[in-house]
């Protein structure tokens, strides 16, 4: 199983961004699919998930301005930021927890980061 993310970059504060990320190889099933952050020097932070039922949940910092999605026939989880600020700067992490073809257990899959940066 392979995670690919994109859609980071430049943006300026009040900007807009939207990441991507695509799930491909023997995937039998998906439950939660979540975006994390980690900025320079900090640790990594969670900052939204959504389940297979399309609940979502976010972080306090990001409520209201981002918006986690995903399309389960592409196995793609998105995330939506709007109104940006600076303090998005981060590199932002995928995670899926999904279950292989002839595998009784759920794992938890990360993708490679990709780089938001909010500066005028």
């Known amino acids: 199983v392979q995670l690919q993310a994109s859609g980071g970059g430049l943006a300026q504060p009040g900007g807009s961004l939207r990441l991507s990320c695509a799930a491909s190889?023997?995937?039998?099933?998906?439950?939660?699919m979540a975006w994390y952050r980690q900025a320079p020097g900090k640790q990594r932070e969670w900052v939204a998930n959504?389940?297979?039922?399309?609940?979502?949940n976010y972080a306090d910092s990001v409520k209201g301005r981002f918006t986690i999605s995903r399309d389960n026939a592409k196995n793609t989880v998105y995330l939506a930021m709007n109104s940006l600020k600076p303090e998005d700067t981060a590199a932002y992490y995928c995670?899926?927890?999904?279950?292989?073809?002839?595998?009784?257990?759920?794992?938890?899959?990360w993708g490679q980061g990709t780089q938001v940066t909010v500066s005028s």
């Open positions: 190889g023997r995937i039998n099933s998906i439950n939660v």
């Open positions: 995670s899926i927890n999904l279950k292989e073809y002839d595998s009784v257990h759920y794992v938890t899959q």
């Open positions: 959504i389940n297979s039922g399309g609940s979502t």
